[in-house]
């Protein structure tokens, strides 16, 4: 039984860390817009746990697998003690999602203490399946999908959406914790070296690289975009909003010159409007 209180938890999580999301999913009905806070909420606390600065890479390990622990207590019908894992429960147990979709969200996690660069695209796609593809898979689930296929496409919304993250944070991932998610093939390939991230340096090879990177994001999105239409029909809207609003960060870097560097690629809240609009208007044709 969902406690009202736990899920008013993940909601003020999501409303301060996930702006883009919160924005989105406002559309959705309101058992989908509770179920996406839970879910936002369990990917986030990890995820948080694994970044937090001022911990050690052992410290970071023993809270990643406390909470592991705490999972898999109240998957087996414990109270965890935590809003956010009596909450999540209640979603994986009402949607019938796996409980191994969060376990491979958590072994991804793991790979965030001890993995900080990844050789090529495949290596990165791999901690990708867990970071980011099974969050549009589990969706999937509480939305209510057509068949197999529209799972595939809701991978590949998840990794388009993470590797715009990539994009847009490469210089905070690198300052704030030495991480280089993009694939050193592809970095060798374009002469960009960490010395030029680390520097801050808007190189020729810099700025060919994340256009490579942008295309590969676009092929993404397109790949998921016929997936939205396979959704029930009363969450087409918030998933194609959020893929829109997540698509446009790459405008902006665009528009930017390509300097990931100063300043945080975003959307302006009368961009997030005008998009939210040119979204109704395609959803409506499509319903």
């Known amino acids: 039984m969902f406690r009202p209180d736990d899920v008013r938890f993940c909601q003020k999580l999501m409303r301060k860390h996930g702006v883009s999301y919160t924005f989105a ?16 909420a369990f990917f986030r606390v990890p995820d948080d746990l694994v970044d937090e600065a001022h911990a050690s890479e052992d410290e970071r390990r023993k809270a990643l697998l406390a909470w592991r622990q705490q999972w898999r207590a109240a998957q087996e019908g414990g109270d965890s003690g935590h809003p956010v894992l009596r909450a999540a429960v209640e979603i994986f147990r009402v949607y019938k999602i796996p409980y191994r979709l969060g376990d491979d969200f958590l072994d991804a996690m793991a790979k965030d203490i001890s993995t900080a660069r990844y050789r090529a695209y495949a290596d990165l796609e791999e901690y990708m399946y867990g970071s980011a593809a099974v969050v549009g898979i589990m969706m999937s689930y509480v939305i209510g999908y057509k068949n197999e296929t529209t799972l595939v496409k809701a991978k590949a919304l998840g990794e388009a959406m993470q590797l715009t993250n990539f994009l847009r944070d490469i210089r905070e991932d690198y300052d704030g914790r030495a991480r280089v ?44 975009e016929s997936g939205i239409d396979e959704l029930a029909p009363e969450g087409r809207f918030a998933v194609r909003l959020a893929s829109r609003l997540y ?9 930017a010159n ?24 395609i959803t409506k044709n499509t319903q």
Do not use: N
């Open 25 to 40: 999913t406002r559309w959705f009905p309101r058992h989908m817009r509770e179920a996406t806070a839970v879910l936002y």
């Open 258 to 281: 390509y300097d990931v560097f100063h300043g945080r690629a975003k959307t302006s809240l009368f961009e997030k409007i005008a998009i939210a609009y040119s979204v109704w208007r």
């Open 181 to 224: 998610y993009i694939p050193q093939e592809d970095m060798l390939q374009f002469s960009v070296t960490d010395e030029d991230i680390r520097e801050h340096a808007m190189t020729p090879g810099l700025i060919a690289l994340l256009r490579f990177e942008i295309d590969r994001a676009r092929t993404l999105y397109t790949k998921a």
């Open 247 to 255: 698509a446009a960060i790459l405008t902006k870097i665009e528009q």
